[in-house]
C-alpha cells in the first residue's frame, strides 16, 4: 500500500450546492426529510408503523413510564437522523433544528448508566443480561451509530455533550472487550461500530480507539468462534444455523482476510468491508487491502445490479452466489446500496482510482435514490427491477416487494441512512491529497479548501446528470495546486477545454490531472450521453435475451403508467433511436427518453391456453416512454420493468 496517494474527503463546509440535480435532493431533505423523520421518531406520523424510538430514551432516562417498544435495535434510527440533521447544519445554519437537537440529546444523556453504558432495551428491560448476545442483540452496532451522529454533531457545532457520553461508552467497551487476558473476546452480529472507532480515532488520534476498531476486524472469525462459545454460554440461539449460511450470514465462520467472496447480509458485510478498508489505510495493513480488494472485485463484478443493488435474496436480505441476480425476487437493500458507497469511498481515498467512484456513482443515481420517494415522504425497503402488482400480494416468495413505497417501517435503518447519506453529498464529491484536490461527482456549486501548497477554489456550472456540459472555473489558486477531475467509465467520448482551446492534461486512473492552474481558468468538460443499450454477462439467467438503457450514470426503466399493461411482453431493437427530452414539468425537471418498440400479440391465444405448438410470432409498434428508474413508483402501483427483451 502506497502511503503517499491516501486521501481525505474534504469538510462540509468547504462546498456549497448551489443548484442542480444535488440541491434540489439536499433541500428536500432539510425542507422535508428530516422534519418528517423526527416525527416519525416521535411517532406522530398518523397512519405509519410505530417507531418508538425517542419514547425509549425518555423511559430509559426516567422521564415517562413505559415499556421498551420496538426492534432491539431501535435506537440506530435517531443516531443516524442526528448525524443527518447535523450535516445539514454545516450547510445550511438552523436555529430551530439545533434547539431541537440540544433537547434530544439531553434525553439521549439522561438514560446512560454510571459506567457509560448506553442502550434503550437493556436498560429498559434488565441490565443483567448486556453483552450477552452480541451476535443477535445489536449494542455495538447501535453504538457506532449513535457515535457516529455524536462525531457529526461536534463536527457541526462543536457542541461534544453526546460525544463525551459516546467516548465514557467507548471506555467501557474497551475495558470489557479486547484480546488481552480477562477480557471478552467478542465482536458485534451486526457490524458498524468499526467504522464508527476509525472516525473517533481521526479526532481524538488515541490508539486505543483504532486498536479497539483493529481487534474488531481481526478477531472475526477466529476460532474458537466467539458466536458459538456465546451460544453456550447463555443459551442463544443461532437463528441461521441450519440455514445454507449458518455464521457466514454474519461473516464471521472465518477469519476476514481469508474469505474469498460476499456472503451473508449484504449491509452486515459491506459496512465490514468499508471498516477494513479504513483499518487497513489508518495501519498500512496490506493484507486486510489485499481481502478488500478480492470482497470489492467479488460484490461489483459478480454480484451487482445494474442499478447498484446488492443482495439478490429476501431470506437473509443475503449475498448468495455469483451471478444471481432474479430481477423480481430482487431484494437489493436500500441500506446495502448505501454501504456500497461507503465502501467505495474507502477504497478510492486509499487508490485514487475512477471505478471506485464509478459505482459510486451508479447507487446514488440509481439504487440509492429509488429508496424514497419523490416528496421524501414514503420509503422503500427493497427495490427490485421489475414489478407485477398482482404477484407481490398473491406469492408469497415476493410479498416483501412492495409495489408503493411505506410512510415508515418498524424496522426503519433505511430511511434515516438515506437522509444521513444525501446530507453529507459534498463529502463524496470532493478528495483532497497533499496539494491535488480530486473532483469525483459533479454538481452545481462551489468548493474553497485547503491544500498543502496553499489554496484551491472552484465554482462549478452544470445541470448533470441531465446535460453534458460541466463548467470549472479556478476562483482561487496559489503555488503548485493540481485539480484532479473524474472522467465516468460510462463515458465512452469526452472533450475538455481550457479558456476555450484544447486543454492540456494527464490522464491517470480516470482522472484528468491539471498541474498548471492559473485563477480565473475556465475548464469545460463535455462528457457526451448517448443512450446506451446494454446487455448482462449471460452467466446471469434472469438477463438472457434481455436489455437494459442507460444514458449518463442514470438507469431507465418502463411503467405501466406510460405505456400500459404486460410489460414484459415488450421488445427493442438494439438500431432503434432515442429521442431525448429534458421535460421541466416532471418530478421538478428531468431527463426522459423515448424510442420505438414492438410488443408481442396475445389476441390470439385463448385464456384457457397454456400450451400449443409454436409458430412464428406476431408482433405490433409501440412508441415507449423511459423514465429514470429511481422515479418509479411515484405516480401510483402499476407494472414496472427494467430488463426488456431484446
Same mark, same amino acid.
Given at each position: 500500500?502506497?502511503?503517499?496517494?491516501?486521501?481525505?474527503?474534504?469538510?462540509?463546509?468547504?462546498?456549497?450546492?448551489?443548484?442542480?440535480?444535488?440541491?434540489?435532493?439536499?433541500? =428536500?431533505?432539510?425542507?422535508?426529510?428530516?422534519?418528517?423523520?423526527?416525527?416519525?421518531?416521535?411517532?406522530?406520523?398518523?397512519?405509519? /408503523?410505530?417507531?418508538?424510538?425517542?419514547?425509549?430514551?425518555?423511559?430509559?432516562?426516567?422521564?415517562?413510564?413505559?415499556?421498551?417498544?420496538?426492534?432491539?435495535?431501535?435506537?440506530?434510527?435517531?443516531?443516524? &437522523?442526528?448525524?443527518?440533521?447535523?450535516?445539514?447544519?454545516?450547510?445550511?445554519?438552523?436555529?430551530?433544528?439545533?434547539?431541537?437537537?440540544?433537547?434530544?440529546?439531553?434525553?439521549?444523556?439522561?438514560?446512560?448508566?454510571?459506567?457509560?453504558?448506553?442502550?434503550?432495551?437493556?436498560?429498559?428491560?434488565?441490565?443483567?443480561?448486556?453483552?450477552?448476545?452480541?451476535?443477535?442483540?445489536?449494542?455495538?452496532?447501535?453504538?457506532?451509530?449513535?457515535? /457516529?451522529?455524536?462525531?457529526?454533531?461536534?463536527?457541526?457545532?462543536?457542541?461534544?455533550?453526546?460525544?463525551?457520553?459516546?467516548?465514557?461508552?467507548?471506555?467501557?467497551?474497551?475495558?470489557?472487550?479486547?484480546?488481552?487476558?480477562?477480557?471478552?473476546?467478542?465482536?458485534?452480529?451486526?457490524?458498524?461500530?468499526?467504522?464508527?472507532?476509525?472516525?473517533?480515532?481521526?479526532?481524538?488520534?488515541?490508539?486505543?480507539?483504532?486498536? =479497539?476498531?483493529?481487534?474488531?476486524?481481526?478477531?472475526?472469525?477466529?476460532?474458537?468462534?466467539?458466536?458459538?462459545? /456465546?451460544?453456550?454460554?447463555?443459551?442463544?440461539?443461532?437463528? &441461521?444455523?441450519?440455514?445454507?449460511?449458518?455464521?457466514?450470514?454474519?461473516?464471521?465462520?472465518?477469519?476476514?482476510?481469508?474469505?474469498?467472496?460476499?456472503?451473508?447480509?449484504?449491509?452486515?458485510?459491506?459496512?465490514?468491508?468499508?471498516?477494513?478498508?479504513?483499518?487497513?489505510?489508518?495501519?498500512?495493513?496490506?493484507?486486510?487491502?489485499?481481502?478488500?480488494?478480492?470482497?470489492?472485485?467479488?460484490?461489483?463484478?459478480?454480484?451487482?445490479?445494474?442499478?447498484?443493488?446488492?443482495?439478490?435474496?429476501?431470506?437473509?436480505?443475503?449475498?448468495?452466489?455469483?451471478?444471481?441476480?432474479?430481477?423480481?425476487?430482487?431484494?437489493?437493500?436500500?441500506?446495502?446500496?448505501?454501504?456500497?458507497?461507503?465502501?467505495?469511498?474507502?477504497?478510492?481515498?486509499?487508490?485514487?482510482?475512477?471505478?471506485?467512484?464509478?459505482?459510486?456513482?451508479?447507487?446514488?443515481?440509481?439504487?440509492?435514490?429509488?429508496?424514497?420517494?419523490?416528496?421524501?415522504?414514503?420509503?422503500?425497503?427493497?427495490?427490485?427491477?421489475?414489478?407485477?402488482?398482482?404477484?407481490?400480494?398473491?406469492?408469497?416468495?415476493?410479498?416483501?416487494?412492495?409495489?408503493?413505497?411505506?410512510?415508515?417501517?418498524?424496522?426503519?435503518?433505511?430511511?434515516?441512512?438515506?437522509?444521513?447519506?444525501?446530507?453529507?453529498?459534498?463529502?463524496?464529491?470532493?478528495?483532497?491529497?497533499?496539494?491535488?484536490?480530486?473532483?469525483?461527482?459533479?454538481?452545481?456549486?462551489?468548493?474553497?479548501?485547503?491544500?498543502?501548497?496553499?489554496?484551491?477554489?472552484?465554482?462549478?456550472?452544470?445541470?448533470?446528470?441531465?446535460? /453534458?456540459?460541466?463548467?470549472?472555473?479556478?476562483?482561487?489558486?496559489?503555488?503548485?495546486?493540481?485539480?484532479?477531475?473524474?472522467?465516468?467509465?460510462?463515458?465512452?467520448?469526452?472533450?475538455?477545454?481550457?479558456?476555450?482551446?484544447?486543454?492540456?492534461?494527464?490522464?491517470?486512473?480516470?482522472?484528468?490531472?491539471?498541474?498548471?492552474?492559473?485563477?480565473?481558468?475556465?475548464?469545460?468538460?463535455?462528457?457526451?450521453?448517448?443512450?446506451?443499450?446494454?446487455?448482462?454477462?449471460?452467466?446471469?439467467?434472469?438477463?438472457?435475451?434481455?436489455?437494459?438503457?442507460?444514458?449518463?450514470?442514470?438507469?431507465?426503466?418502463?411503467?405501466?403508467?406510460?405505456?400500459?399493461?404486460?410489460?414484459?411482453?415488450?421488445?427493442?431493437?438494439?438500431?432503434?433511436?432515442?429521442?431525448?427530452?429534458?421535460?421541466?414539468?416532471?418530478?421538478?425537471?428531468?431527463?426522459?427518453?423515448?424510442?420505438?418498440?414492438?410488443?408481442?400479440?396475445?389476441?390470439? &391465444?385463448?385464456?384457457?391456453?397454456?400450451?400449443?405448438?409454436?409458430?412464428?410470432?406476431?408482433?405490433?409498434?409501440?412508441?415507449?416512454?423511459?423514465?429514470?428508474?429511481?422515479?418509479?413508483?411515484?405516480?401510483?402501483?402499476?407494472?414496472?420493468?427494467? &430488463?426488456?427483451?431484446?
Amino acid at each position: 500500500m502506497n502511503k503517499d496517494i491516501k486521501a481525505i474527503p474534504i469538510p462540509l463546509t468547504e462546498s456549497k450546492i448551489t443548484g442542480g440535480f444535488w440541491q434540489k435532493m439536499q433541500d =428536500l431533505v432539510r425542507t422535508h426529510i428530516i422534519p418528517y423523520q423526527w416525527e416519525a421518531l416521535n411517532d406522530r406520523i398518523p397512519g405509519a /408503523e410505530p417507531s418508538y424510538c425517542m419514547h425509549n430514551f425518555q423511559v430509559a432516562a426516567g422521564r415517562k413510564e413505559g415499556k421498551h417498544g420496538g426492534w432491539v435495535f431501535q435506537d440506530s434510527d435517531f443516531a443516524k &437522523w442526528i448525524e443527518a440533521a447535523a450535516y445539514s447544519l454545516m450547510w445550511h445554519p438552523d436555529v430551530e433544528l439545533e434547539k431541537t437537537l440540544d433537547e434530544a440529546i439531553d434525553d439521549i444523556v439522561a438514560a446512560q448508566q454510571p459506567d457509560g453504558y448506553l442502550n434503550t432495551y437493556y436498560i429498559i428491560t434488565g441490565l443483567d443480561k448486556r453483552f450477552t448476545n452480541l451476535m443477535n442483540e445489536h449494542e455495538l452496532y447501535c453504538l457506532g451509530h449513535l457515535l /457516529e451522529g455524536a462525531i457529526a454533531y461536534y463536527q457541526a457545532t462543536g457542541k461534544d455533550k453526546l460525544l463525551k457520553a459516546l467516548i465514557k461508552y467507548v471506555d467501557l467497551i474497551d475495558s470489557l472487550m479486547g484480546p488481552e487476558d480477562g477480557k471478552m473476546r467478542g465482536y458485534c452480529g451486526h457490524q458498524e461500530i468499526e467504522l464508527a472507532l476509525v472516525k473517533l480515532y481521526n479526532i481524538t488520534k488515541d490508539e486505543k480507539h483504532l486498536d =479497539l476498531a483493529k481487534y474488531f476486524i481481526d478477531e472475526r472469525g477466529q476460532q474458537p468462534l466467539f458466536f458459538e462459545e /456465546e451460544c453456550k454460554k447463555y443459551g442463544n440461539t443461532c437463528y &441461521w444455523e441450519n440455514s445454507l449460511f449458518g455464521f457466514d450470514y454474519y461473516q464471521a465462520d472465518k477469519p476476514v482476510r481469508d474469505q474469498q467472496y460476499a456472503i451473508g447480509h449484504s449491509v452486515r458485510a459491506i459496512y465490514m468491508y468499508a471498516g477494513m478498508a479504513d483499518v487497513a489505510r489508518e495501519t498500512n495493513d496490506d493484507t486486510l487491502m489485499e481481502a478488500c480488494l478480492r470482497l470489492w472485485n467479488n460484490t461489483t463484478c459478480r454480484q451487482m445490479y445494474i442499478t447498484g443493488g446488492v443482495g439478490s435474496s429476501h431470506f437473509g436480505e443475503a449475498f448468495t452466489f455469483d451471478y444471481d441476480l432474479p430481477n423480481d425476487t430482487v431484494y437489493a437493500e436500500t441500506c446495502a446500496s448505501i454501504a456500497l458507497a461507503f465502501f467505495a469511498q474507502r477504497m478510492f481515498n486509499i487508490e485514487l482510482k475512477s471505478e471506485y467512484i464509478d459505482v459510486m456513482e451508479l447507487c446514488l443515481y440509481n439504487g440509492i435514490i429509488s429508496g424514497m420517494s419523490a416528496d421524501g415522504k414514503s420509503f422503500f425497503y427493497v427495490n427490485p427491477l421489475e414489478v407485477f402488482p398482482d404477484a407481490t400480494k398473491k406469492d408469497q416468495l415476493k410479498t416483501h416487494v412492495k409495489t408503493e413505497r411505506q410512510k415508515w417501517f418498524g424496522c426503519s435503518c433505511c430511511p434515516p441512512n438515506l437522509a444521513r447519506l444525501l446530507a453529507s453529498f459534498g463529502a463524496y464529491a470532493y478528495s483532497k491529497n497533499k496539494d491535488i484536490l480530486y473532483l469525483n461527482l459533479f454538481s452545481e456549486g462551489s468548493v474553497f479548501t485547503a491544500l498543502d501548497s496553499g489554496n484551491l477554489g472552484l465554482e462549478i456550472i452544470t445541470n448533470y446528470p441531465w446535460d /453534458e456540459e460541466i463548467k470549472i472555473k479556478v476562483t482561487e489558486k496559489t503555488n503548485n495546486s493540481v485539480l484532479a477531475i473524474r472522467i465516468p467509465g460510462w463515458c465512452k467520448s469526452y472533450s475538455v477545454k481550457s479558456n476555450g482551446t484544447d486543454a492540456e492534461y494527464e490522464l491517470k486512473d480516470g482522472y484528468a490531472y491539471f498541474k498548471h492552474l492559473e485563477a480565473g481558468q475556465l475548464i469545460e468538460l463535455t462528457l457526451h450521453m448517448p443512450v446506451t443499450i446494454l446487455e448482462a454477462n449471460p452467466r446471469i439467467r434472469e438477463d438472457i435475451g434481455k436489455v437494459a438503457v442507460k444514458r449518463g450514470p442514470i438507469v431507465y426503466c418502463l411503467e405501466e403508467v406510460d405505456n400500459g399493461k404486460d410489460l414484459h411482453s415488450v421488445y427493442l431493437p438494439l438500431d432503434v433511436d432515442f429521442t431525448i427530452e429534458f421535460d421541466v414539468d416532471f418530478f421538478g425537471g428531468i431527463v426522459t427518453l423515448k424510442s420505438s418498440g414492438r410488443k408481442l400479440i396475445q389476441d390470439d &391465444w385463448c385464456p384457457d391456453e397454456l400450451y400449443r405448438e409454436a409458430v412464428n410470432p406476431e408482433f405490433k409498434d409501440v412508441s415507449l416512454k423511459w423514465i429514470p428508474y429511481y422515479l418509479w413508483a411515484n405516480r401510483g402501483e402499476n407494472e414496472m420493468i427494467t &430488463w426488456v427483451n431484446r
